[in-house]
């Protein structure tokens, strides 16, 4: 396909960064990952602020990507932590290639700080590109064709 | 292990981010993915400023993401159009699982709007998470565990 052709705004890479799109968001997505879930852990993990913690959490809950659970510890208010939902699980390919790419093109001077690994053998994890019909894909074999869901640019 | 016990900015996920937290920068990226390499069609097809990208190339040329060619046609004067580095190729699995997690979770009205196919056989391409022991990987089977490169807080 020849993508000039084509309207750029309907693109799932762009719908999924409406609600991505923002290195905060990320990392607060891979706090939740990590099992950080209550505000002032985040806050104080991260090094955000609270400003930009709460506007960010609140859009994600509303993107329906975390969910803001209530609970109360014996004699305390009311508090709430966060947890990701159904679709934020979902995520995990996007933090894991960014952590890949990141081990290999922006090493730290100490080298890799986590490794993912397999919980049932302890080899080492990671995303490879593979098609419907088993086979492993080198990267330069992808071909992008277009759906009947693209927009023909410039149509009429 | 328990993440709040290390320092959340040795991470390579944070790392990356420096590089594409933005959503323009992500756009670009794909549009250079898509074929699409020079100044204006950029422009025009992102609907971006021309300043937001001219700042954006230059950004990404500097973190070697990006290169710039000159190039000249016949009787006109040198232009220059911009093509991924290997490091840039390199992100492809960024983009994909973004298009993934869109086409699931924000799926467009008309249907998504393009397909990734195995040149060789047409099936879907898709990522999948596997270990390097050739197991296929669900995804709560995945264990962070820390590096050397990880720094415990408060040490000392």
Do not use: K
Not at 39 to 66: I, K, N, Q, Y
Not at 110 to 127: F, I, N, S, T, W
């Amino acid at each position: 396909m020849r993508w000039l052709d084509y309207e750029s705004d309907v693109c799932s890479i762009a719908r999924a960064l409406e609600v991505l799109g923002d290195r905060w968001t990320i990392l607060i997505l891979r706090e939740l990952f990590n099992g950080v879930h209550r505000f002032d852990d985040l806050h104080e993990h991260l090094g955000v602020s609270r400003d930009v913690l709460t506007r960010r959490l609140s859009s994600l809950v509303a993107e329906g990507v975390v969910e803001r659970r209530a609970y109360r510890e014996p004699g305390r208010r009311e508090r709430a932590d966060y947890h990701l939902t159904g679709s934020g699980r979902e995520l995990q390919p996007v933090l894991i290639s960014l952590l890949t790419w990141g081990d290999q093109h922006r090493p730290a001077a100490g080298g890799p700080p986590v490794r993912l690994e397999h919980r049932d053998c302890g080899a080492e994890v990671g995303l490879t590109l593979t098609c419907a019909e088993g086979h492993q894909v080198r990267r330069h074999d992808v071909v992008t064709t277009p759906l009947p869901g693209a927009r023909l640019r410039h149509a009429g």
